[in-house]
C-alpha cells in the first residue's frame, strides 16, 4: 500500500477535536473584553474551601482589590485577619495576630491561579481552556495542558460579562469557591492601596520551599 494511502488511512482514522461551544465562546470573550477594559476594581468576597480529603470546609470574608498592571490585595477579616498584597514580583502576606509576615522579592506570578489572574487582564481564556457551559449558565473552564493545580474553573458571570463566582477545582479534588459582591470598577485605587507598611518588630518568615 502507497505510504500516501497509509498516512490518508491513519488520518482520516483519527479522532477530531472537539468544536469550541459557540455559546460558551461567546461568554469568555464577553468577560475578557470586560476586564480588559478595568484599569482597578474593588470587591467583597466570600471565600469557602471544601477539603476533599478532611471532609470539612473553611469560610473566609473580606475585601480584594486589584489595580492594572499586577497588582492585587486580599484583606481577609474572618476567621483570622490576614492580608496578601502582590505588587509586582513583590508578595507579601501579613498575619498580625500571629505578629508576622512573609516576604518574597521573587514572586512568579504565573504561580496565581487563573481563576483570578483573568482579573488583572492576563492571559486569553479561549487560548489557555476548552470552554463549555455548566449547569445554571456557568462557563467552564478546562484546562488545555494539564496542571495540577487546576482540574476546572467555573465562573458565574454577570449581564455586562462581570464575574460574580469562581469555583476551581484542584487535582486533589479540594475546591476553592469565591462569591463577589459591592463589586467597583475604575475606582481610581491608587498605588498606595497595595503597599503593606510592616511594623519593626515583625517576625519575617521565609515563603514556603525556600
Known amino acids: 500500500?502507497?505510504?500516501?494511502?497509509?498516512?490518508?488511512?491513519?488520518?482520516?482514522?483519527?479522532?477530531?477535536?472537539?468544536?469550541?461551544?459557540?455559546?460558551?465562546?461567546?461568554?469568555?470573550?464577553?468577560?475578557?473584553?470586560?476586564y480588559e477594559k478595568t484599569r482597578d476594581l474593588q470587591a467583597a468576597f466570600t471565600q469557602?474551601?471544601?477539603?476533599a480529603g478532611l471532609g470539612r470546609r473553611q469560610i473566609s470574608t473580606g475585601t480584594l482589590k486589584v489595580k492594572k498592571p499586577g497588582m492585587m490585595r486580599w484583606d481577609y477579616a474572618t476567621p483570622s485577619v490576614k492580608t496578601i498584597a502582590v505588587t509586582g514580583k513583590?508578595?507579601?502576606q501579613y498575619e498580625p495576630e500571629d505578629r508576622q509576615a512573609y516576604v518574597d522579592e521573587s514572586f512568579d506570578a504565573t504561580a496565581m491561579s487563573a481563576a483570578v489572574t483573568f482579573l488583572l487582564g492576563q492571559g486569553d481564556l479561549a487560548k489557555e481552556f476548552r470552554l463549555t457551559l455548566g449547569e445554571g449558565g456557568t462557563l467552564v473552564l478546562i484546562p488545555k495542558v494539564e496542571?495540577?493545580?487546576?482540574?476546572?474553573?467555573?465562573?458565574?458571570?454577570?449581564?455586562?460579562?462581570?464575574?460574580?463566582?469562581?469555583?476551581v477545582l484542584d487535582g486533589a479534588g479540594n475546591e476553592n469557591r469565591l462569591a463577589f459582591s459591592a463589586m467597583k470598577r475604575n475606582a481610581g485605587l491608587s498605588d498606595?492601596?497595595?503597599?503593606?507598611?510592616?511594623?519593626?518588630?515583625?517576625?519575617?518568615?521565609?515563603?514556603?520551599g525556600r
Not at 12 to 25: I, L, M, R, V
Not at 48 to 51: H, L
Not at 154 to 160: D, F, I, K
Open 147 to 167: 496542571d495540577p493545580r487546576v482540574q476546572r474553573i467555573a465562573l458565574t458571570v454577570g449581564p455586562e460579562g462581570e464575574v460574580l463566582a469562581t469555583s
Open 1 to 34: 500500500m502507497p505510504i500516501a494511502l497509509v498516512a490518508a488511512l491513519l488520518l482520516s482514522a483519527a479522532p477530531a477535536a472537539p468544536e469550541a461551544d459557540p455559546q460558551a465562546a461567546a461568554l469568555a470573550q464577553k468577560v475578557q473584553g470586560l
Open 90 to 92: 513583590r508578595l507579601v
Open 48 to 51: 469557602t474551601y471544601v477539603y
Open 192 to 208: 498606595a492601596d497595595f503597599r503593606i507598611d510592616l511594623p519593626r518588630d515583625v517576625r519575617r518568615l521565609a515563603p514556603p
